[in-house]
């Protein structure tokens, strides 16, 4: 089975920057695709950013040119670096991650993320 651990998640003000890491562990022979995914109270989960295996990367229009996702496929890792935090990132961040042929999904427990003025 495949493990996703989070960590970087905390409590940062207004402006400033957190960096989120993933890793993935368990039986997988590749990795497909790997994202971040947040859940604020009240609200859905939705997709932040998402990199798939041949580089293409896909970000929610609010967090455009604030966070960047990038992956280290040697350590079956992903990171997520937030900058210009603003209150409405507050959220649950989890990281998600689809392997092998058949695409399977996989979630992390998530990481808080809590933005102050």
């Known amino acids: 089975q495949v493990q996703l651990v989070e960590s970087g998640g905390g409590l940062v003000q207004a402006g400033g920057s957190l960096r989120l890491s993933c890793a993935a562990s368990g039986r997988f022979f590749s990795i497909k695709a790997m994202g971040w995914y947040r859940q604020a109270p009240g609200k859905q989960r939705e997709l932040v950013a998402r990199?798939?295996?041949?580089?293409?990367?896909n970000y929610a229009d609010s967090v455009k040119g604030r966070f960047t996702i990038s992956r280290d496929n040697v350590k079956n890792m992903v990171y997520l670096q937030m900058n210009s935090l603003e209150l409405e990132d507050t959220a649950v961040y989890y990281c998600?991650?689809?392997?092998?042929?058949?695409?399977?999904?996989?979630w992390g427990q998530g990481t808080q993320v809590t933005v102050s003025s």
């Open positions: 998600n991650l689809n392997a092998d042929s058949n695409w399977v999904t996989y």
């Open positions: 990199i798939i295996s041949g580089g293409s990367t």
